[in-house]
């Protein structure tokens, strides 16, 4: 089906809408992949320069230079960014159990056993947890409900 979409025309200002909704001026625009100018010549002028640059910093580093050192060290050492919680899962069938699911938690943070970040993390699985069981409890009451006003229609 063609788009039968005529482009408004522009006002005496030269503002408006030219194209119809939906529909770009440029539809091809700009190649995935294609990069800025600037980053081009960038990597251009860097390119033969790598080794001598990375040296460069390395030795800066031995001669103390705490920034370049800090650059050595995040490549050798990366941050870490998130590990395994060992943490045995109460039980929970119902939003009764979630309570219980809080207070392991609650112990195993105060216990040192797991970090903030931990216990906040196993929190909102404990709220994702919730929301499912309230979910699932009230699907079949609505579904009834349903029943009962199509009955008495």
């Known amino acids: ?54 040296r460069k910093v390395v030795d800066k580093a031995l001669e103390g230079d705490r920034t370049c050192l800090q650059i050595c060290m995040d490549r050798l050492i990366p941050k870490k960014k998130d590990s395994p919680i060992k943490f045995n899962l109460p039980q929970i069938g119902a939003s009764s159990d979630i309570p219980k699911f809080l207070a392991a938690i609650a112990a195993r943070f105060e216990d040192g056993e797991i970090t903030p970040v931990d216990a906040r993390a196993l929190a909102d699985l404990a709220n994702a947890y919730r929301k499912l069981i309230e979910m699932a409890e009230l699907e079949p009451r609505v579904s009834e409900l349903e029943e009962m006003i199509e009955q008495q229609k």
Do not use: H, V, Y
């Open 1 to 54: 089906m063609a788009n039968t979409c005529e482009p408004k025309a522009k006002r005496s200002s030269g503002w408006g809408r030219p194209f119809c909704k939906g529909q770009s001026g440029n539809p091809k625009g700009r190649p995935k992949g294609s990069r800025n100018k600037s980053t081009l010549i960038a990597q251009a002028l860097l390119e033969g320069e790598a080794q001598l640059l990375t």
